[in-house]
């Protein structure tokens, strides 16, 4: 997890790359894996019998594989999408609204990125149905007031991330699930990904979660790519998302039947050139070890917000962090200078972190503040690089 691994920071040395929550740099061994498809693997996938065909298509495959195994999932049970946004809006739109009646619950956390909101709130409009946030208490999920909508057998979906974005908060989902069981075993249970997936193991076995979606780009990945992992017993009842070619068993004048788990819900050509370099991506990270990653970045999270925590004028947006409860991302304010304006001081110091409401403008609403800036840490990150940072935060003037 070398940073000489990332050609972008031999262009960029002394950039201190602060914004992994809204994209992760690429390592070589991806980068050179994307080449390689284009220069000598590129085919269409499914649709060919000749040799080339059939190499882009075993690699579309052994995607699907590597990132199977990734999360302990099976193979047909892996979806590629262009990333979720669009696994959010798809399961919104195609699985859930369908069967959406008037006075429904569709459950958020206040925590949700916008891509896990508005999905929800259009089609909550769309049929009369109700959406409904789960705010914090003592610094977690309200997980009891959870129980309480659950109660009410009227909850079709939990739509969860699994860690803020901005505060780095993990969702229990496992608990989630718990109540679910014993309150509306029919509700399903959908958990984003986009932030988790880089940092701890995930485990579909165990995540209580009955749908997944990440994003490849944010584990090191290409850009375009994204995975929806659907549970194996409602993946096989689950009507297709779109139609088109490559998902149908057999279509006649008027009617037609689709094929089975994971192409009925790939119709059109699916990201394969992202898929086969993701596959170099994800043997990277494995050879370094996502328990590896998860302490480093504990440990450089842990230093910065002490660091920031003794420095004058800053606010931190959580106030007791801890990494079992927190993913490695530290979101903050200056008492007296805008966030976009500290974003840009700190980017005449060469070093990358986001300013705004990270798209997640109702928690910014709830903790008080109208933006943050956020540093979010990546497995390349060094002690230098928060130790510079803390020096620049500190000598910040106005
Ligand atoms: N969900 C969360 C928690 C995110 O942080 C993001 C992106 O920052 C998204 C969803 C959307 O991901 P993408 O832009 O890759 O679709």
Same mark, same amino acid.
Not at 10 to 13: M, R
Not at 53 to 62: D, G, I, K, P, V
């Given at each position: 997890m070398n940073k000489q691994d990332f050609p972008l920071f031999?262009? +960029?040395?002394s950039l201190i790359y602060l914004d992994n929550a809204a994209t992760t740099q690429k390592p070589a061994v991806m980068i050179n894996a994307l080449e390689e498809f284009y220069t000598s693997k590129n085919a269409n996938v499914h649709r060919g019998i000749y040799e080339l065909? %059939?190499?882009? =298509? #075993?690699? +579309? %495959?052994?995607a699907r594989n590597i990132v199977a195994k990734f999360i302990n999932a099976s193979a047909q049970n892996i979806v590629f999408t262009s990333g979720t946004t669009m696994g959010l809006n798809l399961l919104a739109k195609y699985l859930i609204e369908p069967t959406l009646k008037a006075g429904d619950l569709l459950v958020i956390s206040i925590l949700e990125h916008h891509s896990n909101i508005l999905p929800w709130q259009e089609i909550a409009q769309n049929k009369g149905a109700n959406l409904k946030y789960i705010e914090l208490k003592d610094n977690e999920l309200d997980y009891e007031s959870l129980g309480d909508l659950l109660k009410t057998n009227k909850v079709k979906v939990i739509s969860l991330t699994m860690m803020s974005n901005v505060t780095g908060l993990k969702s229990d989902l496992m608990r989630v699930k718990d109540l679910i069981r014993q309150y509306s075993p029919n509700t399903l249970l959908i958990a984003d990904a986009a932030q988790y997936i880089a940092h701890e193991k995930l485990?579909?076995?165990n995540s209580g979660a009955d749908i997944i979606v990440? =994003? #490849?780009h944010k584990l090191y990945g290409p850009m375009g790519l994204g995975v929806i992992w659907i549970e194996p017993k409602l993946a096989k009842k689950m009507a297709p998302l779109f139609k088109g070619g490559g998902m149908i068993s057999k279509v006649e004048k008027f009617t037609a039947t689709w094929a089975q788990s994971p192409e009925r819900f790939e119709a059109g050509t699916p990201p394969v050139a992202a898929a086969s370099a993701f596959i170099s991506s994800i043997e990277y990270i494995n050879s370094i070890g996502l328990d590896t990653i998860k302490a480093k970045e504990a440990e450089l999270a842990n230093m910065l917000y002490q660091g920031i925590k003794e420095l004058n004028n800053y606010r931190l947006l959580v106030s007791d962090y801890n990494s079992s409860k927190y993913g490695p991302v530290i979101a903050f304010t200056h008492n007296s200078i805008h966030s976009h304006d500290l974003a840009q001081l700190l980017s005449y110091e060469n070093i990358a972190m986001r300013s705004g409401h990270h798209c997640a403008q109702p928690l910014h609403d709830y903790l008080g503040v109208l933006s943050s800036v956020r540093a979010s840490i990546g497995m390349y990150n060094t002690i230098e690089d928060i130790e510079r940072t803390l020096e620049v935060l500190k000598n910040i003037r106005i």
């Open positions: 031999s262009k +960029y040395p065909s %059939e190499l882009a =298509s #075993a690699e +579309y %495959e052994q485990d579909v076995t990440f =994003s #490849a």
